[in-house]
């Protein structure tokens, strides 16, 4: 009987043969924490190793500092310092600090991660990098204590679902809104507990970054892991910054042809329109056309599912093709992922055009997805976004998101409502 | 864990409520478990009042996925020092669970629970009695009962253990 990706991977952290639903210790290849969950780690290892704890593996060990990068805050900025100064006294080499960007995508930048390796990290959206065939998954702060011990943590082996996707985008439309599509359809625990992998030639041909759009929503369906196995430039990508091992990994570890699903779907996106996760849930999907005209406060670009170099020349087209301004009254913000997708803008010119059209341009992080940093909403605002939650109040007690395509949100910001980018992209 | 059977009233929320709901972004930036309590529910309307009224000993009852979103183990700490002593929901979002199991924290799943919520046949403020050991769910106030399954395999373990940290002390002893 043949094996799906996570059965593969799982067999090589664990050294054995394993099966689905089994509980499996596995070795780690990184455990990670951030600025959030980073300090209550170091906190609670020093407390449940009296201070005379020593992590397994230094070099397997990363800090990454995102959720309020710069700190806004003193409480934040002595967590911050909890970690650097943990990080001295382990001789933890891998921090990287406020000045990086998103975690898991300065660790992909970093080439800290190959397909099949098993990562943890304080990030419930860790799983993007099933976006290059890693199993990498969100976790408590005790899971990561867990595994500085011996460097090992259990998991059970999951069901895997495929789902295949043929066709191409129409203008105007992208990855995004076959994600929010399939959240939409499979709703908020459609992957429950599984893995899912993903083909067709939509996936064959699609782009890193839209493949970690893909990856990235996974959690918002409760799935495991979305794994894709890294082919043509992606591949290249990889290779070039992870090296030539990823070459093997993709061998050994792609599913076999006869692999066993526990359930098959497949998706066509000839006919896909612009969608948006209407308020107050992810799942609460409607095609852009159906709520367009609706008034919106604050429009904001980026964060972990779509704030790469890609999506954010995608608003630059809209905002080319529009040939204006954001709307009066309107707050429009853009966030790159990483200080590498923000030199790439400052040199394709983007950041001097999207300023003089009115949009604040922030550095990299993810404090746009909270409440307690720059661009939080007041009670009753609308906002619309390319984060990947909008549960009542995530960014502001009161306050409503939808979630949209880097496209559907720079057309909302240019016209100041809710607006189908293909009305301006034609 | 202990085997006895547990009092108290219950807090009922639906299906999906998220990390945010459940422990606010706001609050990330806190490092001391039993500080957690005070923000429980703050920004879900309708729950604002749950940290300020809750006593020791009620109950969360929940639908499906409860606990999706987030990694933050604050969502767990938060409910376990306030004194809830189980979460009732038919069922747990992945991480939320791995949260619970790896702090002893119990947690039953309950066939039926989500349908019965949007029923009313189980609403705030009901008396509730839960026997952990048996998974027996008595509804006091309007006599219904429901049948909620523990965990088990390995996370049995890791509870009977106390959490995941203890486990793998005691491992370490054992070896």
Request: with cysteine.
């Amino acid at each position: 009987m043949g094996k799906t990706m996570i059965e593969k991977i799982i067999r090589r952290a664990a050294g054995r043969e394993v099966k689905v639903g089994e509980r499996v210790w596995c070795r780690m290849d990184l455990s990670t924490a951030r600025d959030f969950g980073g300090a209550n780690c170091v906190l609670q290892f020093e407390e449940v190793t009296d201070k005379k704890g020593k992590v397994w593996d230094p070099d397997k060990v990363a800090f990454t500092f995102d959720l309020q990068a710069p700190s806004h805050s003193e409480k934040v900025s002595t967590n911050q310092k909890i970690i650097r100064e943990f990080a001295k006294k382990q001789g933890i080499k891998k921090v990287f600090d406020v000045d990086w960007g998103i975690g898991q995508h300065v660790l992909l930048e970093n080439g800290l991660v190959k397909p099949g390796d098993v990562i943890l990290g304080t990030d419930s959206h860790m799983n993007l990098l099933g976006a290059v065939g890693a199993f990498a998954t969100g976790v408590g702060n005790t899971d990561i204590v867990a595994s500085w011990f011996e460097g090992t943590n259990w998991f059970r082996v999951p069901e895997t679902m495929k789902i295949t996707v043929n066709g191409k985008f129409a203008k105007g439309v992208c990855m995004r809104d076959l994600l929010t599509h399939i959240v939409g359809t499979l709703g908020a625990d459609g992957m429950f507990f599984l893995s899912t992998e993903f083909y067709g030639d939509t996936i064959e041909r699609s782009s890193l970054s839209e493949r970690i759009t893909l990856c990235s929503m996974v959690t918002e369906m409760s799935g495991k892991i979305g794994l894709i196995m890294p082919n043509g430039k992606v591949l290249d990508w990889l290779v070039e910054r992870a090296g030539d091992e990823v070459l093997d990994r993709v061998k050994t570890l792609a599913a076999d042809k006869d692999a066993v699903y526990c359930q098959e779907l497949e998706f066509n996106v000839d006919n896909l329109e612009p969608m948006t996760s209407c308020p107050d849930a992810p799942d609460n999907v409607k095609k852009v056309r159906e709520v367009a005209g609706e008034h919106v406060d604050q429009v904001h670009i980026g964060s972990c599912s779509n704030g790469r170099f890609e999506d954010i020349s995608a608003a630059f087209e809209v905002l080319k093709k529009a040939n204006s301004r954001v709307a009066p009254g309107m707050r429009a913000i853009i966030t790159p992922a990483t200080r590498e997708v923000m030199l790439q803008c400052a040199e394709a010119g983007y950041i001097q055009k999207f300023l003089e059209a009115g949009v604040i341009f922030t550095n990299p992080t993810c404090a746009l997805c909270t409440a307690e940093h720059y661009g939080a909403l007041p009670s009753g605002d609308v906002g619309m976004s390319t984060t990947n939650r909008n549960f009542i109040g995530k960014v502001g007690k009161g306050s409503h998101t939808y979630l949209a395509s880097p496209m559907t949100a720079m057309a909302t910001a240019i016209r100041g409502k809710i607006t189908d980018p293909r009305d301006i992209l034609g | 864990m202990e085997n006895k059977v547990l009092r108290g009233k219950a807090w009922v929320f639906g299906d999906d409520i998220d990390t945010d709901l459940i422990y606010h972004n706001k609050y990330l930036a806190e490092t001391d478990p039993k500080k957690m309590p005070q923000y429980s529910f703050e920004y879900l309307p309708g729950k604002e009042n749950f940290a300020k009224e809750v006593k020791e000993g009620d109950f969360v009852v929940a639908g499906t996925n409860f606990g999706c979103g987030s990694s933050r183990e604050h969502a767990v700490y938060c409910l376990k020092y306030a004194g809830v002593p189980v979460i009732l929901a038919e069922s747990f979002s992945r991480i939320y669970y791995r949260n619970a199991i790896n702090n002893g924290y119990p947690v039953l799943f309950v066939k039926g629970l989500s349908q019965a919520i949007k029923d009313g046949k189980i609403k705030d403020g009901d008396d509730l009695e839960v026997d952990l050991e048996k998974g027996e769910i008595r509804d006091l106030t309007n006599g219904n009962s429901f049948h909620g399954d523990a965990v088990a395999d390995l996370e049995m373990d890791i509870m009977k253990a106390g959490g995941l940290i203890e486990y793998l002390k005691e491992k370490a002893v054992s070896k």
